[in-house]
């Protein structure tokens, strides 16, 4: 019972392994990866290497298969290149089996050692996370060391052998438990290992191992297509496909798998290295025979789940991926083209706020205020997501990054909310009472409207690129509105000495509005100053001695303003 249950132990600490593997690298090359996926799609060739690449160093052709689904799903790489890119990734992590299948002992010790060493002294940099992938290659081969030591005693058992003996020599059930262990473990390449250690040892028949392998590699495609069973019908068609490759495959291997014992005990002499390299030649000959028919499979895929076209103004959250999750990286990209569709409703909004002035429109301006519930839905949804993604699993680009969405759709939110009190006011005070502003006046509106739309323009391509000028120039219009709205409350008030009827209705209205439209132009600027920072183009103040005189004039000017709110109001 203690030789079983050490044997349990050593098969989950190889699970685990794999996995601290897994998602060390992407944490640590998560955005890397997405760029050479991305990019490597251009030929079969270049998809296979990348594909090979990018399993190799991940360990696990799932979550290759998990993060290539995502750029289906958004239209970023063809359903076809990403076949190819799959097949690649299968021999990858077949490629990680017969590594681990040599006598790495000597070298278990040493990455657990300095692995350790790496992630207590540098636990947030890039060195840490790159211990903790240490850590984990330790693991693995640990746990095949001791996966070893405790199915010796057990290979002693005469109960045992003649289990093993008794047990039926059918290649489908030897299969169907091969698929269900690698569901189980969440690793084709744990499964694996696992089954050439148990064969080295006598405890599994090769042949019911190479049955086993054939399994693991179903399974990794089952894996697949349960993690992706609640995405949209795009983003399913990779794992659909791929599966069908390892069926196909499965279907050729199964009639030659007596020739390929034969082949594999003549060439290769060591138990556990047929094993392995049975699996690596059957992903080959998988990439080899079906890379060819990616292009066909594609379009029929294409035919089979057709994506429904989603409604035109949708407003619901459109790139939230949860697959992503899986990948920092990627979900930080998620999040930012989400916080870009928030501010898309929001621009919306806010270039309907001069027809609704000019024209006294009540049906738009109570279809924009709807719209406000969509921006506050849009930012509980992207807040949400974005929890889910853990800070620690960040580098410290995608910590800024992760801040900088955070901070970029709070601002889109106020910005809502604050116009729809602005459309309130103007119903309120101005459509209802059938007054209107005067020709000066609503020149001034329709100018500082015009610089507000250009701005969230310019707002958002900050927030997308980065850039630095953009976000210098960004603030600079921010002074520019400032000065502006100083100037047209001045107007104002000339116009009021005048006794301009229209000015006088609407004053508290207008002083109301264009002080709006100033912290509007407030939460839009807020864009820049993350950027700024990062760059080191920001000073310890933001003061100014210059400034303060022109300040204190802006804070008489308020005041004024103030007391003619409350002189005409209404």
């Known amino acids: 019972m203690l030789h079983l249950l050490n044997l349990l132990a050593a098969i989950a600490l190889l699970v685990w392994g794999t996995q601290i593997v897994r998602t060390g690298i992407l944490r640590v090359f998560g955005e890397n990866l997405r760029h050479v996926l991305a990019r490597s799609t251009s030929n079969r060739f270049s998809a296979l290497l990348a594909g090979m690449g990018v399993a190799s160093l991940v360990q696990s052709a799932t979550a290759t298969c998990l993060i290539v689904s995502s750029f289906v799903g958004k239209g970023l790489v063809a359903t076809a290149a990403a076949l190819v890119v799959m097949l690649g990734a299968d021999v990858g992590t077949a490629l990680m089996a017969v590594v681990f299948s040599f006598d790495l002992s000597w070298l278990s010790p040493l990455l657990l050692f300095s692995g350790v060493v790496m992630y207590i002294s540098r636990e947030k940099t890039t060195v840490g996370r790159l211990g903790r992938v240490a850590i984990g290659l330790g693991l693995i081969t640990l746990a095949l060391q001791l996966i070893v030591e405790t199915t010796r005693p057990l290979t002693q058992s005469p109960v045992l052998r ?9 290649i489908s059930l030897d299969i169907l438990l091969g698929a269900l262990l690698t569901v189980m473990a969440y690793s084709s390449l744990a499964i694996v290992l696992l089954t050439a250690t148990l064969a080295s040892q006598g405890l599994v028949p090769v042949t019911v191992a190479l049955g086993l392998v054939l399994g693991a590699n179903l399974g990794s495609g089952f894996l697949a297509m349960l993690s992706t069973a609640r995405a949209d019908v795009a983003t399913r068609r990779l794992p659909v496909g ?10 050729i291997a199964i009639p030659l798998l007596p020739q390929a014992h034969v082949l594999l005990q003549d060439y290769v002499h060591v138990v556990q290295q047929q094993v392995v390299l049975f699996h690596l030649g059957f992903n080959i000959l998988l990439a080899l025979v079906f890379a060819g028919f990616t292009g066909p499979l594609a379009r029929a895929l294409e035919r089979w789940l057709v994506a429904p076209s989603a409604p035109p103004g949708s407003t619901r959250p459109q790139h939230l991926d949860k697959l992503a999750l899986a990948t920092p990286s990627l979900a930080i990209s998620c999040a930012a083209r989400e916080a870009l569709h928030q501010a898309d409703v929001v621009e919306t909004m806010l270039r309907g706020i001069l027809p609704v002035i000019r024209n006294n429109d009540l049906v738009l301006a109570e279809q924009l205020r709807d719209m406000d519930d969509t921006v506050d839905d849009l930012y509980s949804a992207i807040k949400f997501y974005l929890t889910q993604v853990s800070r620690e699993a960040l580098s410290e680009k995608e910590s800024r990054r992760w801040a900088d969405i955070i901070s970029f759709t709070i601002n889109m939110e106020q910005i809502g909310d604050i116009i729809e009190r602005v459309l309130e006011d103007v119903e309120d005070k101005k459509i209802r009472k059938n007054r209107r502003f005067s020709e000066a006046g609503m020149g001034e509106i329709a100018d500082l409207h015009e ?23 960004l603030l600079e219009e921010k002074a ?3 000065d502006l709205e100083y100037r047209y409350a001045n107007t104002h008030i000339a116009r009021l000495r005048d006794n301009t009827a229209e000015s006088i209705e609407t004053s508290s209205l207008h002083l109301d509005l264009i002080s709006d439209l100033k912290r509007i132009n407030s939460h839009i ?22 400034r303060l005189a022109g300040m204190d004039t802006e804070q008489g000017a308020d005041t004024q303003a103030s007391r003619l709110h409350s002189t005409h109001d209404g």
Not at 451 to 473: E, K, Q, T
């Open 162 to 170: 003649e289990i093993i003996v008794a047990l039926p020599n059918e």
């Open 242 to 251: 791929n599966l069908l490759f390892k069926l196909g495959g499965c279907a």
């Open 451 to 473: 610089r507000l739309v250009s701005n969230l323009r310019l707002g958002m391509s900050v927030f997308l690129h980065g850039n630095v000028r953009d976000a210098r120039r």
């Open 480 to 482: 520019q509105f400032r």
């Open 525 to 546: 600027c807020s864009i820049a100053y993350p950027i700024l920072e990062s760059a080191g183009a920001l000073t310890q103040t933001r003061l100014r001695h210059s």
